[in-house]
């Protein structure tokens, strides 16, 4: 039994937890996450986050399981230990809330820092007709053109299909161009 | 369901970009410590405003300099709402939102604060605006503008730009202030993120946290969680095949 890792990841009410469960197995996956940290144990006190999670089995042998992170940057040390192992990840962010921007970048500036695996940002609620395209928010994200930013309505089954296949194309293309560096 | 956020986030004439972009129909609402501004959009174009205050609420401005008023405002929130309807209203604006947003650029005292979102100082990278804008607008620059305008190729700094024309810093970051606003050049954003040299995952991090799955998850999903499926450190190199398999699968959910 094989498990391969993608994690949704982006700033408070970005469509994590809804997109997970458009595309789910599972029916209901927003669960409790114990997290103790050090100094907080000293200071007695315990957190508990959510953490989302949705599985899709791909065959006999192999389940492909998502995660949502914890938006707050208070728990960025989770994204260390769910982005180890992963194949790659999405970067939500919300299309109707331009003061959402500047977190957004910093969590891709982490997550950048974190860890190696590829990543598409996946522009959220482009059913709004007054949301802002998504150009407007590669611009004012910063993304470099060679990642993909792709139109999302997490609340719509093709829509996310769409993004889990533009990511999984994203890996796919990175891995080729990885083995041409090393050959 | 609504575009929602303050000027600090965006800035009229970014609002005004992508509404001729979309091109979007709606009503949008500023809301100013002291005043109130409506404008009217139709089919990407503003058609009409009205801009109230004071404790009676009297209407203090109409038309293009209600949204030239609301152009020189440094702050307010706003509310973009889809409406349909404004396509039936009769324009009674007559110059596009590019003539507009350049009659706030020139009345304004510091055009650097219309888009509080970009810093511009000497190292600031710019380049021709990548958003697509309407063929003929009734926008017309003056001297610097063309001549820092025509300095501008792919990630030209603002220092660069001060050197090539002659013209002082402080000149120099106001005009570009004002070909942002007017949507004609665009800040490079420095969080572009460079092709980062290949380093394992850092775990430096286990020894100040432990992470205790909660009772209800599974074991395997709780490991899968926290040390991660596939192997080890290393991200998983999943074969071409394996990733055909997971995209046929998604395919036909
Ligand atoms: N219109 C619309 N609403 C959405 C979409 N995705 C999420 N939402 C709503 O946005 C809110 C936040 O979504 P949620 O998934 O809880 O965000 P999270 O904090 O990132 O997990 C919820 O009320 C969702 O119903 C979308 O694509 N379109
Ligand atoms: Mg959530």
């Known amino acids: 039994m094989q498990a391969l890792k993608i994690v949704i990841t982006g700033s408070y009410a970005a469509g994590k937890t809804q997109l997970i469960r458009t595309i789910s197995d599972i029916d209901t996956i927003s669960t409790d996450y114990e997290v103790t940290l050090d100094e907080e144990r000293q200071l007695k006190r315990e957190t508990t986050v959510a953490l989302d999670f949705g599985t899709i089995a791909i065959n006999d042998q192999v389940t492909l399981y998502l995660f949502g992170t914890p938006g707050q940057e208070r728990f960025d040390f989770m994204w260390e230990h769910l982005t180890v192992g992963c194949l790659g990840y999405v970067v939500m962010v919300d299309s109707t809330r331009p003061g959402h921007f500047a977190e957004t970048q910093r969590l891709m500036s982490r997550f950048i820092e974190i860890t190696d695996a590829p990543f598409i940002v996946a522009a959220n609620k482009q059913d709004d007709e007054a949301a802002l395209p998504v150009s407007y928010v590669r611009r004012r994200l910063g993304v470099p053109l060679e990642i993909p930013v792709l139109p999302c309505v997490a609340t719509d089954r093709p829509s996310v299909k769409g993004v889990l296949l533009g990511l999984l194309k994203h890996i796919a293309t990175q891995n080729q161009m990885n083995q041409e560096q090393s050959a | ?253």
């Not at chain 2, 039936?88 to 507009?100: A, G, K, Q, V, Y």
């Not at chain 2, 775990?203 to 432990?210: C, Q």
């Not at chain 2, 991200?235 to 036909?252: E, F, N, T, W």
């Open chain 2, 1 to 253: 369901m609504a575009l929602e956020g303050t000027l600090q986030d965006m800035s009229l004439s970014d609002l005004f970009q992508v509404f001729r972009m979309g091109p979007k129909t709606g009503v949008l609402i500023l809301v100013s410590t002291a005043e109130r501004g409506v404008i009217y959009v139709a089919d990407g174009k503003v058609v009409d405003a009205v801009l109230a205050g004071g404790p009676d609420r009297r209407v203090q401005a109409t038309q293009e300099e209600a949204v030239i008023q609301m152009l020189l405002w440094d702050n307010a929130s706003f509310v973009f709402r889809h409406d349909p309807s404004v396509m039936s209203r009769p324009p009674r604006i007559t110059h596009d939102s590019e003539w507009l947003v350049m009659e706030g650029v020139r009345r304004r005292d510091d055009p650097a604060r219309a888009m509080p979102y970009h810093s511009i100082t000497l190292d600031t990278m710019l380049q021709l605006s990548s958003l697509p804008s309407s063929a003929e607008s009734g926008v017309s620059l003056d001297v610097n503008q063309w001549r820092i305008l025509s300095q501008i190729s792919r990630n030209t700094d603002v220092r660069t730009i001060c050197e090539a024309t002659g013209l002082p810093p402080d000149q120099t970051i106001r005009t570009v202030a004002e070909l942002l606003a007017i949507g004609l050049i665009e800040v490079v954003i420095p969080s572009a993120l460079p092709p980062r040299p290949k380093t394992p995952p850092k775990s430096h991090h286990d020894h100040v946290v432990s992470v205790t799955p909660a009772a209800h998850l599974t074991p395997e999903l709780a490991a899968a969680a926290v040390v991660g499926v596939g192997a080890g450190d290393e991200r998983p190199q999943v074969g071409r095949g394996l990733l055909d398999a997971i995209m046929r699968r998604i395919r036909g959910l």
